[in-house]
């Protein structure tokens, strides 16, 4: 069974820091991972799929990368604004194509 | 419309009640799913829906849960009998295939559920 975890559970930062927020999966038999922004009470906004050929994804400030063999992917935000403050989740998806998720990552990007 | 869209958006019911929560996929879409949010918690899958093939309902919680897609498109997820640890948000989510194929998954708002 896949399980996704989530380093760190939360994080406070000065604006203009760069971050990476951190995902780990037991079974490096996916297809894809995505990463999704959710802002309080709202739903989840994708916001990067990588492909289990591809090692990263660029979009803007953020770049997503993917280590199958270890089990990894991060998240890199560049020059954090407060308007990144939100729970970023990262979803594994494998055989059964059901994403499976982590608890996320709660940021707050404070000016 | 152009996203995923459920209904209600919050629902408060008393313990012991049914209650019906309705997701209408972006049109075209064979995957739909249907996940739980607990406060504090992780998304926790409930059932997954591809094209005319049977449900994967291996996250269903207990036999008072239950789901259809009605003609590959509108979803609607049952709760008989309600009780108060199914308070949480209900979340849909759809993709033009399956989530494995590569394709994004799209959610939507969600369905807070408060069992009283």
Same mark, same amino acid.
């Given at each position: 069974?896949?399980?996704?975890?989530?380093?760190?559970?939360?994080? !406070?930062? /000065?604006?203009?820091?760069?971050?990476?927020?951190?995902?780990?999966?037991?079974?490096?038999?996916?297809?894809?991972?995505?990463?999704?922004?959710?802002?309080?009470?709202?739903?989840?906004?994708?916001?990067?799929?990588?492909?289990?050929?591809?090692?990263?994804?660029? !979009?803007?400030?953020?770049?997503?990368?993917?280590?199958?063999?270890?089990?990894? !992917?991060?998240?890199?935000?560049?020059?954090?604004? /407060?308007?990144?403050?939100?729970?970023?989740?990262?979803?594994?998806?494998?055989?059964?194509?059901?994403?499976?998720?982590?608890?996320?990552?709660?940021?707050?990007?404070?000016? | 419309?152009?996203?995923?869209?459920?209904?209600?958006?919050? +629902?408060?019911?008393? +313990?012991? +009640?049914?209650?019906?929560?309705?997701?209408?996929?972006?049109?075209?879409?064979?995957?739909?799913?249907?996940?739980?949010?607990?406060?504090?918690?992780?998304?926790?899958?409930?059932?997954?829906?591809?094209?005319?093939?049977?449900?994967? +309902?291996?996250?269903?919680?207990?036999?008072?849960?239950?789901?259809?897609?009605?003609?590959?498109?509108?979803?609607?997820?049952?709760?008989?009998?309600?009780?108060?640890?199914?308070?949480?948000?209900?979340?849909?989510?759809?993709?033009?295939?399956?989530?494995?194929?590569?394709?994004?998954?799209?959610?939507?708002?969600?369905?807070?559920?408060? =069992? =009283?």
């Amino acid at each position: 069974k896949q399980e996704v975890t989530q380093i760190p559970a939360a994080l !406070s930062v /000065p604006e203009g820091e760069n971050l990476v927020l951190n995902c780990s999966f037991t079974d490096s038999a996916i297809y894809n991972l995505q990463w999704f922004r959710q802002d309080p009470g709202k739903g989840l906004t994708s916001l990067l799929l990588i492909q289990s050929s591809q090692r990263e994804q660029t !979009s803007g400030r953020l770049n997503a990368s993917l280590d199958k063999s270890s089990g990894r !992917s991060t998240l890199y935000i560049a020059a954090s604004q /407060p308007g990144d403050s939100a729970t970023y989740l990262c979803a594994a998806s494998g055989g059964s194509y059901i994403p499976t998720f982590g608890r996320g990552t709660s940021l707050i990007v404070h000016p | 419309g152009a996203g995923v869209s459920q209904s209600p958006s919050n +629902k408060v019911t008393e +313990k012991g +009640k049914d209650v019906e929560l309705r997701c209408d996929p972006i049109s075209g879409h064979t995957a739909l799913y249907w996940y739980r949010q607990s406060l504090g918690q992780g998304l926790e899958f409930l059932i997954y829906f591809q094209g005319n093939s049977a449900p994967d +309902k291996s996250g269903l919680p207990s036999d008072r849960f239950s789901a259809e897609r009605t003609g590959g498109s509108v979803s609607t997820l049952t709760i008989q009998r309600t009780q108060q640890e199914d308070s949480a948000v209900y979340l849909c989510a759809s993709s033009p295939a399956g989530g494995g194929s590569g394709n994004t998954i799209y959610f939507g708002e969600g369905s807070w559920l408060t =069992v =009283v």
